[in-house]
Structures are given as C-alpha cells and as structure tokens.
C-alpha cells in the first residue's frame, strides 16, 4: 500500500475510532517519521514512555504494527503496518461475507478474533465454553440449530478447523511481526554475503532462486497447521457443501481431536480478501448478464478460491498472478450450484439447428491477448461435436431447447418403445437437462466483452477457468470510467475513451474523432488537465518554437489517473470520517445518555419526543456517512486490492 498524506491520515481516524486518541497518536508518528524506537517515539509525540508502551501494547495485539527486535542491540524498533489498519473498515464486509459463505458459527468465531487481534486456541476455548448448554451434568456437543452460535468445546474445534483449512484464519509465530520487505532483505544479505577483501557480484540465478525458496518458506510456516488438517480431516473443498449459505456440520468434524491449546491463531486479511473479491466480482456479472448467470458465476469463483490463498502475487517471489492455471469442471460446479437458482431464468432459446456447436462451444487452451474473436488462434481446439443422441438427451427437452416443429405438432418425447418414461428417467432427463441449461449460463460468461471465464478443457462435460487480470482490468475500467463520468460528464468520459483506445492524439482530430465543436473539447480537456486526468506534449516542427509551429498531442495516462483516483478516494473517506467526529460532538449528551445500559433497548420509553427525534436524525445521518465510506471502500478494493 502506498501510504499518501491522505492515506495515513485515514489509518490514524480508523484507529482513534476504534481504540482511542493514545493509539492514533504513535500511529500518526510512525507513518510521518517512519521507523522509531521508544525513545524516538518519546521524542516526536511528547509522550512518556509508560503511555508509549500502553499504546504500543493496543497496536501490537491488533496487528497494526511490525516490530522487530536487533539481536546485537537489543533494540526494538517499531514500524506501522498500514495494509492491516486499512482493513479495520472492512470488518463488516468480512463477516457478511464469512457468514454468507460459511455460517453463523464462523462469523462467530471471526469476529471474536477481529476484537481480540490474536489468541490462543485455549483462551478462545475458556471464552466459548460458558454459552455451552448443561444436560445432566454433561456438555452437549449437539449444534443449536436455533442461533448456529458456538456452543461447545467441541463445535469451536470443529469450526476452528475448518476455517484454518479454508485458511481464513492463519497460525502466529515469532517473526510473524515481522515486516517481509525486512525478511527478505536479510535473506539476499546472508545469500550474497562475501568473504573480507572479496569482491561483491551481481546474484546469480542458483541465488536467486535460494532467495525465493527460504522466502517462500518463510511466508508458508503459517499454514504447517492447515497441512496436517487437510491430512487427518481430508479437503475441505471435496466434501464440504454449501446450502444456503451454511455449511453442514459433520459428526466426523465434531468428533475430531482437539488442536493444540498454545497455538495462537489470527484472522489471516489475504484469504478473507479472495472472498470479497468473489463477491464483488459476481456482483459485476450479475449487473451485466443477469442474477441468475451471476449466481452460476459465484459458485465457480469459490470452487476455484479454495486454492487462492490471496489476491495479488507476491513481488518478491516473482510469481503469476494467483488461480492463473486452476481449472473446474462443469459437473463440479453443477454438484455445488444452489438447488434453489432456477438455471431455466435468464438464457434466451434457440432450436438445435441453429446452433454451431464447434463455435459455440470453442475451447480456449491459453489466454487471449486480444478481445475479439475474429483472428483464429492456433491454440483453440475445435471441439468434437457431440452425438445425435447425446445432442437430444442434453439440449431437446420440453423447456424450449428442442425443435419447434416438435413442439407444434405436439410430438411427445419418449423412449424408443413409446412407453412412457418411468420416475427414475424423469430424473436423469431433468438432471441432464439442469446441467445443459448451466451451461449456456457458463457460455454466456465466456462469450461476454468482459471475458468472465474461458472455456479450457471438455474433462467433466467441459473445464472452466478465470482470468483474473483480465476480468479484473475490465471491472477497474468500468470503475474508472464511472469515476470520469461523475465528475467531467459523458463529454469527458468520451474524450478520454478515445485517447485510451488511439493513444496520443492531435488536439486537431479530436473535435472530429469525438463529434463534438472545438471550443468544448478544449474547455474540458483543459478541465481534465487541471485536474490530473489527461496531460499534452508539445513537439515543435522547428527550432523556432512558436505555437502555430507546435504541434500538440493529447494523452490519457491510466496508471496515473488511478492513483489520483485513489488518493481523491482517501480524501473523500477522511472529509465523511471527520465530519462523523463532529456529528457526534454534537450531539454528546444524548449519545452518552443512549450508552447507559439502563437506557439501551428503551430509548423511545424513556427519552423525550425532542431528544428521541434528536438521536433518530444522528442515526441517519451516521448511517448515510458509513454508507458512503463502504461506496469508497469497494473502489479503493478495484483500484488497489484485487
């Protein structure tokens, strides 16, 4: 994360937010002096050391900070962490997201653990174990179908491993304070470290790649846990289900043997990342081609997010982008589909005749550099077109997908002896069918401009995999282009449109490239420019350099644009946190009166109709700043995270 003046002042109202004025201070310091000591510390804030330590104390249990300390010295020295206090704003986000695809259990569990930063598996065992129901003396290891909470040892083991494997939480060890840039510097230093007198050399490949190795060790000692999981419990994502957003607790997972008490265990930001991704990227395609193919979309992205640890690839280690050779198959994605989402919705009809299958169905072995179509690739494979028979058991059945003259003349579909079909073909036929309208749903989002998916593989009746880079460049393209928009108009997201598809263009060619009269493009382009959206480059015909000699050439610098956009984001959500802090100033009193716990729950009986209205007008008021916060936060996501 790139801290900017903006940035750093979000983190440090995050902070004072949640932990107070003492926390926020040393934070602040940090980010504006760097990397300090106490006694460093001492100096910038003001402070003594005492409160120091107290503040430090509240950064630490919550992994706001990396600290590290010098063995030589015996130095600590103390850095702030802004990815980790970046993410106190998305602790909501995180558990809808782990409630929806987990259950209530793990949101339980989740937000125990954001509350508390980090704990052992035996401190989090003593808090749990008193909401445990007494039966004759003994605990009952049964879920409370009723609240889905937490209830017993054993259940909190059983949720706990689960969300390990699914590696939503991660275990701690020493260095995990530990900034990695500093890992990874001590790394190379001792890789490349030379003999006195000997002349240092430039890291060779053989180094390079024992850098990686030792890195890369480093980064994967938190899942040592998760391995030996998967080993005595088996994969999660082979037997786990998901139903209506909860997942089914098996006896084998309650009955499981306890994890061990002194591992101390946090909620690990990258994975929880993936699924917030998943869901903002199913959002996308549900708003383009409809819910339910949005629906057909979500599941694919969690079956191929079980071995996504994280959204981007680590820069040091060199590495593809995450998921970028993971594949599903269509029969996987069919036995994890919701029962519940009727497929039949949201496909247009079409008779068998007039489809062309090897186009419809072309297989995409790698990705596609260019979006269109029209150049065939010598990596596409044409697909063997199924039989007659296969052809009339998928596609020909009484839902639209068969022949209309079929249809018409009321020609019933049965079995080649014209009995009728028995219960058991029923099934298969509606089964078959189920799968064949899924399909075109999975079609429809390889077919789509945004390339949702890409047809790879025909194993399991067809393998499906995703682009991240790609889907994703689509979907900041489409933020961006919402961003323009909002603030310059449509005439400026045309403008810039253009220059984006041309390149640099002659201020002459753009009044005729976008239809528009000469005096209004140059007062918005010039507003563009000044606004750090769009810049031009003078090129002289001579050395005279007089402006009728000049040639001016106009240019849209995304990468430019986007950090723009993402520093005028953290203003936005700063001016909306402020002005929250002084909302609530405001009205003090009554908040401090609605805070006593003889008042909670009875406000309207016991407040007057003045104040009631009072503390009912704050509400809103808080309600739409939060909102537009969380509006931000899905743009700082696009633009930065995912």
């Given at each position: 994360m790139l801290v900017t003046k903006h940035a750093a002042e979000l983190c440090a109202l995050l902070v004072n937010d949640l932990y107070g004025e003492l926390p926020s201070r040393i934070l602040d310091a940090l980010f504006t002096k760097g990397r300090s000591t106490i006694a460093q510390l001492a100096q910038y804030t003001s402070l003594p050391p005492r409160f120091l330590r107290n503040g430090l104390s509240v950064l630490i249990q919550q992994n706001l900070l990396y600290h590290h300390t010098d063995s030589d010295s015996r130095g600590t020295s103390y850095e702030a962490n802004p990815d980790a206090c970046y993410s106190l704003v998305r602790s909501g986000k995180i558990l809808e997201a782990i409630e929806s695809q987990y259950g209530t259990a793990e949101r339980d569990l989740v937000q125990t653990l954001l509350q508390l930063g980090f704990a052992r598996i035996a401190d989090l065992t003593q808090a749990f174990k008193g909401r445990a129901p007494k039966t004759n003396g003994h605990t009952n290891g049964s879920t409370d179908a009723s609240s889905g909470l937490i209830d017993s040892e054993s259940h909190l083991n059983a949720v706990l491993g689960r969300l390990i494997q699914a590696e939503i939480i991660e275990t701690m060890r020493a260095d995990s304070f530990r900034n990695p840039r500093d890992v990874h510097r001590e790394i190379e230093q001792e890789m490349t470290r030379t003999a006195p007198g000997e002349k240092t050399s430039k890291i060779t490949m053989e180094q390079q790649g024992q850098i990686n190795s030792k890195y890369r060790t480093f980064k994967e000692q938190g899942k040592s846990l998760k391995r030996q999981l998967d080993i005595t419990r088996g994969n999660p994502g082979k037997r786990r289900k998901l139903q209506n957003g909860r997942g089914r607790h098996l006896d084998d997972e309650l009955d499981a043997s306890p994890l061990n008490p002194n591992i101390v265990v946090r909620i690990n930001h990258e994975k929880c990342l993936v699924e917030l991704r998943n869901h903002r990227l199913a959002t996308f395609a549900a708003d383009?081609?409809?819910?339910?193919?949005?629906?057909?979309?979500?599941?694919?992205?969690?079956?191929?997010?079980?071995?996504?640890?994280?959204?981007?690839?680590?820069?040091?280690?060199?590495?593809?982008?995450?998921?970028?050779?993971?594949?599903?198959?269509?029969?996987?994605?069919?036995?994890?589909?919701?029962?519940?989402?009727?497929?039949?919705?949201?496909?247009?009809?079409?008779?068998?005749?007039?489809?062309?299958?090897?186009?419809?169905?072309?297989?995409?072995?790698?990705?596609?550099?260019?979006?269109?179509?029209?150049?065939?690739?010598?990596?596409?494979?044409?697909?063997?077109?199924?039989?007659?028979?296969?052809?009339?058991?998928?596609?020909?059945?009484?839902?639209?997908?068969?022949?209309?003259?079929?249809?018409?003349?009321?020609?019933?579909?049965?079995?080649?002896d014209g009995k009728p079909k028995v219960k058991f073909e029923d099934d298969g036929a509606s089964k078959n069918n189920r799968i064949e309208q899924m399909r075109q749903h999975l079609f429809l989002l390889a077919e789509s401009k945004h390339r949702f998916v890409r047809h790879c593989g025909v194993q399991g009746r067809g393998q499906w995999t995703v682009d991240f880079s790609k889907v994703l460049n689509r979907l900041k393209e489409t933020e961006l282009d919402a961003y323009i928009e909002q603030s310059f108009g449509r005439h400026g997201l045309r403008l810039t449109r253009i220059l984006r598809e041309k390149g640099k263009l002659d201020e002459k060619m753009l009044p005729s490239a976008a239809l528009m009269k000469k005096s209004d493009v140059q007062l918005k382009m010039i507003a563009m420019q000044m606004a750090g959206l769009v810049d031009v480059q003078e090129v002289p015909k001579d050395n005279s350099r007089m402006a009728n000699r000049t040639l001016f050439f106009w240019f849209f610098d995304r990468e430019r644009t986007e950090s723009q956009a993402l520093d005028d984001i953290y203003k936005a959500m700063v001016r909306c946190l402020q002005t929250l802090q002084v909302e609530r100033h405001k009205e003090r009193n009554i908040l401090s009166f609605v805070e006593r716990k003889d008042v909670q729950g009875k406000e309207e009986e016991v407040m007057t109709a003045e104040h009631y209205n009072k503390y009912n007008n704050h509400l809103e008021v808080q309600e739409k700043l939060l909102g537009q916060v969380m509006r931000l936060d899905e743009m700082i996501a696009v633009f930065r995270d995912y």
């Open positions: 383009m081609l409809g819910e339910v193919t949005g629906s057909v979309y979500r599941t694919l992205l969690d079956l191929l997010s079980v071995d996504i640890p994280k959204c981007r690839p680590d820069s040091f280690l060199e590495e593809e982008m995450p998921g970028a050779h993971l594949t599903v198959t269509t029969m996987e994605i069919y036995n994890h589909l919701d029962e519940s989402v009727n497929v039949q919705s949201g496909i247009g009809k079409a008779p068998k005749d007039k489809i062309d299958f090897p186009s419809a169905e072309k297989i995409r072995p790698d990705a596609q550099d260019s979006d269109s179509d029209s150049d065939a690739s010598d990596s596409e494979i044409p697909v063997r077109r199924p039989s007659t028979a296969a052809r009339t058991l998928d596609i020909d059945m009484d839902n639209g997908f068969g022949s209309d003259e079929d249809q018409e003349n009321g020609v019933p579909h049965t079995n080649g």
